[in-house]
């Protein structure tokens, strides 16, 4: 009898943020849900990230060193339209680019799961609770 393999393909989820800090924050969010995790801190590094690692989701923030979160969701949008986007900025919510999920700081990890359920309707296994 041959032994059958099922790999359940995991989440991928780029986040874009200059603060080491809160990129760590939602990263280890993100890994603890069980989603494969590529993390940068400029839009001209998340250019070259998306380019590599084809992700399902975007964290981007809004205030970024050099282009923008928005011109970096825009491009995105433009050049992976497939790819779900999280705006996540400290500015008021009202001022966010279109986007499937805003995520305002500070953030729960309660809210990051539930950025994830929204944005990613297939079957993602959430591990742990979402109180925190």
Not at 20 to 43: F, I, P, T
Request: hydrophobic share 45%; glycine share 4%.
């Amino acid at each position: 009898m041959s032994a059958v393999s099922l790999e359940i393909e995991r989440t991928k989820v780029l986040v874009v943020d200059d603060s080491d800090d809160q990129r760590d924050l939602l990263s280890r969010y993100l890994e603890r849900a069980g989603c494969d995790v590529v993390s940068v801190g400029s839009a001209e590094d998340a250019i070259i990230a998306y380019e590599l690692s084809n992700p399902d989701l975007a964290f981007i923030d809004l205030v970024l060193p050099g282009m923008t979160g928005w011109a970096l969701a825009e491009r995105l949008r433009h050049d992976m339209p497939l790819c779900a986007i999280a705006i996540t900025s400290v500015l008021d919510a009202a001022d966010y680019p279109a986007a499937q999920a805003i995520l305002p700081k500070p953030f729960t990890r309660a809210e990051v799961r539930r950025v994830l359920r929204d944005t990613q309707p297939r079957d993602i296994q959430l591990n742990g609770s979402d109180s925190e």
